[in-house]
């Protein structure tokens, strides 16, 4: 991976949808040669796909909590084709400490949460921090240029 590699990945964080016509003039390069650059990126695993950014509550999504879930390896097999299936959870992590998974989850209520977190306890003890704001919101990884 060179520079030209690390400035389309800067430049396809900031926003996929540039096209390619404008990659290829930001970078100096033909579209061509930039369309395969971008195919060996995802090909390598390195961009692993694309998605909108959505404001949340706009889609009456007004709760958004982290739960900590203290899960024990023998359910991981369990566990974690459950969490995947679990159309509200935005984010799951195996975390060290006490406890072993965070999750980060979206609801319309505090009634829906309630529901969710009930549901997940049977594979261990939960703590929950429900968001009040968010200052830096999700963003791609900052990409240092020599």
């Known amino acids: 991976m060179d520079e030209i590699d690390l400035k389309l990945i800067k430049l396809l964080q900031e926003n996929a949808r540039y096209s390619l016509k404008y990659l290829a ?6 579209t061509p040669a930039v369309s395969s650059r971008i195919l060996k990126l995802e090909e390598a695993g390195i ?33 974690y084709p459950f969490i995947a299936s679990c159309p509200n959870v935005l984010e799951c992590n195996c975390v060290t400490g006490k406890f072993s998974m965070l999750i980060k989850v979206s609801f319309h209520t505090t009634e829906e949460l309630d529901g969710f977190i009930n549901e997940i306890q049977r594979f261990g003890n939960t703590e929950t921090q429900i968001v009040f704001s968010t200052p830096v919101d999700h963003r791609g990884i900052q990409i240092e240029m020599n």
């Open 25 to 30: 003039k930001e970078v100096f390069l033909s």
């Open 47 to 79: 961009i692993k796909g694309y998605s909108a950014q959505v404001n949340l509550p706009k889609l009456n999504y007004n709760i958004k909590a982290f739960i900590n879930l203290e899960v024990s390896p023998k359910q991981k097999p369990e566990f």
